[in-house]
């Protein structure tokens, strides 16, 4: 005979789990075009200035406009890194991200969660300077 509580707590991890996501590479390209810094610390490049934007994401060949993102970051460590949340918003979905922004090097983020097609959605994005102006931004979606 089986165990009612732990029956039910198998039946619950199988009704609970989220659904199944299939791994892929997701390849975006961001036009830094709305990025505004709030001087929230002291005059100038200080932790705590607020940096906001929702800017135009088109697709790898950076030809055709495929969604936009979201999002903001808090300065933490002045002239190095930003700690960031914005979402991507693509047709079939979002995906949302946080982690760190490094000034000086490409950042890998930690992709916390999706909507639609890439719900259950869980892994890591490179973001990668395309530019020395930072004007638009390579977004590589490792996810799994």
């Known amino acids: 005979m089986l165990d009612r509580p732990l029956a039910c707590a ?22 830094a075009l709305t990025d505004r810094v709030l001087d929230l610390g002291a005059k100038g490049d200080s932790r705590g200035d607020l940096l906001t934007f929702a800017n135009p994401i088109f697709d790898a060949a950076n030809k055709t ?10 300065r933490v460590v002045k002239g190095k890194s930003w700690e960031c ?8 979905g979002q995906i949302t991200v946080e ?6 090097r490409d950042s890998t983020l930690t992709v916390t969660g999706g909507t639609g097609t890439y719900a259950g959605a869980r892994g890591s994005m ?19």
């Open 10 to 31: 198998a039946l619950a991890a199988i009704v609970l789990a989220p659904p199944a996501f299939a791994a892929r590479t997701l390849h975006v390209v961001e036009h």
């Open 126 to 144: 490179t973001l990668h300077a395309r530019d020395a102006k930072s004007t638009s931004y390579d977004f590589i979606y490792h996810l799994l």
């Open 65 to 74: 406009q495929v969604g936009s993102d979201q999002g903001f970051c808090i």
């Open 85 to 92: 949340f914005w979402t991507l918003l693509l047709r079939d």
């Open 99 to 104: 982690g760190p922004y490094r000034d000086d």
